[in-house]
């Protein structure tokens, strides 16, 4: 079992910067690779970005390439997302997600928070 809490979300304005946090417990096998994803009103859930613990690799979705980063902080249990330049094409809600081998899929992850509310102002 993986609980994943997330952070941070806001109103921004077009142009600014927000990180958002998500704070990982649970068993570390099952969250090797934890993910951000995101879902705008009425549009499917998509990938953001995705980072392994071990740090051997990340993924970035191509809309928010060189925008975005993420990191993972081992001695917090909490991935971060930080997002630069943001656009109001950004807003959503951002979740986190823990799996044991990751990728781009929604499907390859098997933990997921509750979410937490990005708004773009233009």
């Known amino acids: 079992q993986v609980l994943l809490e997330e952070s941070g979300g806001e109103l921004v304005e077009a142009g600014g910067s927000l990180r958002v946090s998500c704070a990982v417990s649970?068993?570390?096998?099952?969250?090797?690779?934890l993910a951000w994803f995101r879902q705008a009103p009425a549009k499917e859930r998509e990938f953001v970005a995705a980072?392994?613990?071990?740090?051997?690799?990340?993924l970035y979705a191509n809309s928010v390439k060189g925008r975005f980063t993420i990191s993972w902080d081992n001695a917090k249990n909490t991935v971060y997302l930080r997002m630069n330049s943001l656009k109001p094409e950004d807003t959503a809600d951002y979740y986190c997600?823990?799996?044991?081998?990751?990728?781009?899929?929604?499907?390859?992850?098997?933990?997921w928070g509750q979410g937490t509310q990005v708004t773009v102002s233009s």
């Open positions: 997600a823990a799996g044991r081998l990751g990728g781009e899929s929604s499907g390859d992850y098997g933990f």
């Open positions: 980072i392994s613990r071990n740090g051997l690799f990340n």
């Open positions: 649970g068993r570390t096998s099952d969250s090797a690779v």
